[in-house]
């Protein structure tokens, strides 16, 4: 056992000696990729976590196994269906991308630098958007990008400002990024008021709720679209309108016990009112025959003591 691990340790010395990688049980066996695919102005794959794997085994991990793994992951049928690279004049290239074979029209961009090559590295946490082009003949497809991949922390109302850069190739075909104006955002595939403006910058206000998908349109370029995941809460009016309707309930409440007590007070002085009126009614009522009684007595005095003088 001792001799073993000596043999592998001396091993591992030559190879640092030539310069040679050594691989050890502690490399990554696969990353993790934001993916984001689109054909023909069309998303398909937006902004996705891919896993990665090292399928050539050369120790790290490329644009062309980043691709297969989000054909294996999302394409209907596989990488076999819908995604091959080849070797060619200018190295390995695509010749299907999203079951789509054009004759080379495909572009990619990894953590939104332009990349040269399918063997271009990734890292893990990175981005890719690769593309099949709208116009072969023009090659004008821009690809653009927002300063931000996501919006976690909205509330239905919110205003978020975000800026939007696209490339562009001179005419010596050097790539230089300048402020996408005039692009028009969309949410969830609907064209919204808001466009960027000559420094590519836009505030957005968030009507809708939920997990939605920003992108952007423009009617003087043909834009790849860039993607952009908002997640927006509800307006948190809840616990508001939950104390006004108690307010108004305990208002509703005391109004009517008021009421109640006012229209029992009503109701008692006008019972009292009636059994005083009923009394007064009453003894008026015995009075009047002992008023007659004392009239005919008084009467029957004068009569008597009349005749008696007589």
């Not at 190295?91 to 090559?117: P, R």
Request: charged share 20%.
């Amino acid at each position: 056992m001792k001799t073993r691990f000596k043999g592998i340790l001396l091993a591992a010395a030559v190879l640092v000696q030539l310069g040679l990688p050594v691989i050890t049980a502690s490399a990554a066996e696969e990353i993790t990729v934001n993916v984001t695919i689109s054909n023909a102005g069309k998303v398909e794959v937006a902004g996705k976590d891919v896993k990665v794997a090292d399928r050539n085994n050369d120790g790290k991990f490329d644009i062309d196994e980043t691709l297969y793994a989000a054909h294996e992951a999302f394409y209907e049928g596989g990488a076999a269906a819908g995604y091959l690279s080849k070797q060619s004049d200018w190295g390995l290239s695509i010749d299907k991308l999203w079951g789509v074979t054009n004759g080379g029209g495909y572009g990619y961009y990894a953590d939104n630098q332009f990349s040269m090559g399918l063997t271009d590295p990734v890292k893990d946490g990175g981005t890719l958007t690769a593309f099949v082009y709208s116009d072969l003949k023009g090659w004008s497809d821009s690809f653009c990008y927002f300063d931000q991949k996501e919006i976690k922390d909205a509330k239905q109302g919110d205003e978020k400002t975000l800026k939007l850069t696209k490339f562009v190739f001179g005419t010596d075909g050097a790539a230089k990024t300048v402020p996408a104006a005039g692009a028009v955002i969309t949410i969830d595939g609907e064209k919204t008021a808001f466009k960027t403006d000559e420094n590519g910058e836009v505030k957005v206000k968030f009507e809708k709720t939920g997990d939605l998908l920003v992108s952007a349109v423009s009617d003087t370029d043909t834009l790849v679209p860039p993607v952009l995941h908002a997640s927006v809460a509800a307006a948190e009016t809840t616990a508001i309108e939950t104390t006004t309707t108690a307010a108004n309930t305990t208002a509703t409440t005391a109004a009517t016990t008021t009421a109640a007590a006012v229209t029992t007070t009503a109701a008692k002085a006008a019972s009292s009112s009636t059994s005083s009126t009923t009394a007064a009614k009453t003894g008026e009522s015995a009075a009047i025959p002992a008023l007659a009684l004392t009239a005919v007595l008084a009467s029957g005095a004068a009569f008597a003591l009349r005749r008696r003088n007589d």
